[in-house]
Each structure stands twice: as C-alpha cells, then as structure tokens.
C-alpha cells in the first residue's frame, strides 16, 4: 500500500496476514521457533464485505478463532477446512487461525 491507499476516505477495510513461521527465533535447543498463522479482516463498512483469501493460503485449514459480528439467523461457520471467501460482518473483525506447530498442538 502506498500513501494514497491509506489516506482514501472510500477504504474501509484491511486484511492482515500474521505468518508464525516468518523469521523464528530459536529455543535453548536449537529448534525453529514457529506458531500458527494468522488472517485478520477489518471490515469499517456499514454493510458485510467478503474478502478472499489468497489462493496460496486458502488450503491452509483454517478455523475461525474470532468473529465479532455474530448474526443470530446465520448458522456458525464449519470447524476447519479450506477456505476461499469470508464474509464479515458489517463494522467488525474476524480472526483465522491455521495451525503450523508439530503436532497441531494449540
């Protein structure tokens, strides 16, 4: 993004990759410090936004952590799975979650 991206009063929302296996530090023994991924969409807009998610990430088996809008007609999201499209709701976040530690431990 540049300078006019973030001064355009029309934008009203941001998607944010949080990568845990970017750059790790390294434990007392050695081993590659990694953690999960993360995808953050900010939606500013009166009215619900789908963001897509990029085609490289989309098969990660993402899982819905957080949503902060939460429509009481729409049925929960599925536990896991690929991903391609995600609808948030209007003026709210919500939060991916795509597990990359040995184990899948959380």
Avoid: K, Y
Avoid at 44 to 73: C, K, N, Q
Avoid at 77 to 91: I, L, R, W
Wanted: hydrophobic share 40%; no cysteine; aromatic share 8%.
């Amino acid at each position: 993004m540049d300078a006019g991206n973030w001064s355009d009063p029309n934008a009203r929302s941001l998607a944010l990759l949080l990568d845990g296996d970017d750059a790790p530090d390294r434990g007392e023994d050695g081993s590659l410090l990694v953690d999960d991924d993360f995808l953050l969409f900010v939606n500013g807009w009166w009215g619900p936004l789908d963001f897509v998610v990029p085609s490289p990430l989309a098969d990660r088996g993402w899982t819905i952590e957080l949503e902060s809008f939460a429509d009481p007609s729409t049925p929960a999201p599925a536990g896991h799975g690929p991903v391609s499209t995600v609808t948030v709701g209007p003026q709210s976040v919500t939060v991916l979650r795509a597990d990359r530690r040995p184990g899948g431990a959380s």
